[in-house]
């Protein structure tokens, strides 16, 4: 009977441990592991820059393009294009003055970023895509949604805001996105053709985040490509109450709220971030 009750002691500490672990999983930033071998990768000459790319597996049908969020670069996917590129060819970048691309003096708009996103399409020969968009990635999705619905298969845009007034007023005193925003000036120190330039790029692309986006109703019901509106039930960045609304405005478009996770989903949760963005693609 003691054993038994020592073994049932133990099992139920590391059930307990379990459930603390992943009820606290939003506050901690993972570091992405390497990507898989690339197919193919190199950098397109995109509106006056050079836009880094890399492609990963060959399996037939729609591309899987996947965006990454403001300050970040490709390789934050790296969890989601080790399964993704099974069997599915998905294609990842560096928006431009991110990562490894390169930027000019050009003032940053959502317009001219989709622009740059869909001119490397055209230089890979690719005319339609699976998008999946985080955050910047997910406004540069619905911004081609409006305005380019030709392009797009479906569209899965996570922690994504169409107002300005979307993204929380006290997101910069949150600790993790303060990580965030430290440990990509660290990667970008490290693999940006112009490594000593973070300070100026960060007040380059502000100058957009203080007005943009902001869409008017109209241009969100005009939407008509599938759309998964996407948010952490702790997103650090964006109020849950704008992404329902933003849901309600999309038409026929499903809202997904993904669990004990932040605006770093795909960090804190690969298994379940993938799953959501198979589930998605894969549904009529």
């Known amino acids: 009977m003691r054993k038994w009750i020592v073994a049932a002691g133990c099992a139920l500490a590391v059930l307990a441990a379990s459930v603390a672990q992943a009820a606290d999983r939003w506050t901690e930033l993972p570091e992405p592991p390497a990507m898989p071998a690339a197919v193919k990768s190199g950098t397109a000459p995109v509106n006056g820059i050079q836009m880094y790319y890399a492609v990963y597996g060959t399996a037939p049908g729609t591309p899987i393009l996947m965006i990454h969020g403001g300050l970040g670069y490709g390789d934050i996917w790296a969890n989601q294009v080790a399964d993704l590129a099974k069997d599915h060819t998905v294609i990842v970048a560096d928006s431009r003055g991110h990562g490894r691309s390169t930027r000019n003096a050009e003032p940053y708009g959502y317009d001219l970023m989709s622009s740059d996103y ?57 600790k993790t996105f303060a990580a965030y925003i430290d440990r990509s000036g660290e990667v ?97």
Do not use: C
């Open 188 to 284: 970008y120190k490290k693999i940006s053709p112009t490594p000593t330039e973070y300070d100026a790029f960060v007040k380059q692309i502000s100058d957009m985040w203080a007005t943009q986006p902001n869409w008017p109703d109209s241009d969100l019901k005009s939407i008509k490509v599938p759309t998964a509106i996407v948010l952490g039930d702790h997103d650090e960045a964006v109020d849950r109450g704008h992404t329902d609304y933003i849901a309600s405005m999309v038409p026929g478009a499903k809202l997904i709220i993904l669990k004990d996770v932040s605006h770093f989903a795909m960090l804190q949760d690969p298994a379940g971030y993938t799953k959501a963005v198979r589930d998605f693609f894969g549904s009529k």
């Open 118 to 174: 869909l001119a490397l399409l055209d230089y890979l020969k690719v005319q339609k895509v699976d998008l999946v968009g985080w955050s910047d990635g997910g406004i540069i999705g619905l911004d081609i949604a409006i305005h380019h619905p030709e392009r797009l298969e479906k569209l899965f845009a996570q922690a994504a805001n169409t107002k300005v007034e979307g993204v929380k007023s006290d997101v910069m005193e949150n």
